[in-house]
């Protein structure tokens, strides 16, 4: 089946330790987002590709980093973790067509732990 | 991007309809409302989604008045399965596609 895929489920590392989560998709969409979601909140949105083109959301910090080297992957780089970067980030996608509302499709997420 | 207001938590029991209103007096023109439903540990899964009046798919009913300020998901004959966190979206999908502001959402607890 068509998906979008996290890998790993589960990330543990250590403080200050830079970590990269991973996304892939299967579902051909031209925009993906990374979004964190702490225990008991909403998925809050860090930013965006649309296409090869970034955006970034006003108050994600400058430790959240992001790269998309083709249309099927993208990474979340967190250069220094803090221990209140602990969260589940999740990965989606949507298709983008003009002058309509797509859905966005969500992986199940990578839950980072902070030792 | 409008924001949305839910009830933070409703209760039902198996075999009921539960309706869950969400308010968005600040929809814009071009505003689409979407439901989203999450479960523990998993990301948050496309329920339904409309634009105006009723809409209705194999899993959920989407109701929005005339004026778009509020709107109602229904879930017909709910299981212990439809228990999870329900998200209210509205976003302007006018460019291709949707940044999502998630709010608060609402905790569903069905009881046997």
């Known amino acids: 089946d068509a998906m979008v895929i996290q890998n790993p489920r589960y990330q543990v590392t250590q403080f200050g330790k830079p970590v990269t989560l991973s996304c892939s998709q299967t579902?051909?969409?031209?925009?993906m987002y990374w979004y964190q979601q702490k225990s008991s909140q909403a998925p809050k949105l860090l930013f965006h590709?649309?296409?090869?083109?970034?955006?970034n959301e006003a108050d994600t910090p400058d430790n959240f980093q992001s790269r998309r080297p083709n249309t099927s992957f993208c990474f979340l780089d967190i250069r220094s973790p803090g221990l209140g970067d602990a969260a589940m980030y999740l990965c989606?996608?949507?298709?983008?067509?003009?002058?309509?509302?797509?859905?966005?499709?969500f992986g199940d997420g990578t839950r980072l732990s902070i030792l | 991007l409008a924001k949305t207001t839910q009830p933070i938590s409703m209760d039902s029991y198996e075999g009921q309809e539960v309706n869950i209103t969400c308010s968005h007096n600040?929809?814009?023109?071009?505003?689409?409302i979407t439901w989203y439903q999450q479960f523990p540990s998993q990301g948050p899964r496309f329920i339904i989604q409309?634009?105006?009046t009723k809409v209705t798919n194999e899993v959920a009913s989407l109701f929005i008045p005339a004026d778009r300020k509020s709107s109602t998901l229904s879930l017909p004959r709910v299981s212990l399965s439809d228990t999870a966190v329900y998200y209210c979206?509205?976003?302007?999908?006018?460019?291709?596609?949707?940044?999502?502001?998630f709010g608060a959402g609402t905790r569903l607890a069905v009881h046997p």
């Open positions: 600040n929809i814009a023109t071009n505003d689409y």
């Open positions: 590709y649309y296409d090869k083109d970034f955006n």
């Open positions: 979206l509205v976003g302007d999908g006018s460019g291709g596609y949707n940044k999502l502001i």
């Open positions: 989606a996608t949507s298709r983008l067509v003009a002058g309509s509302n797509q859905p966005q499709h």
């Open positions: 579902l051909n969409h031209n925009v």
């Open positions: 409309g634009y105006k």
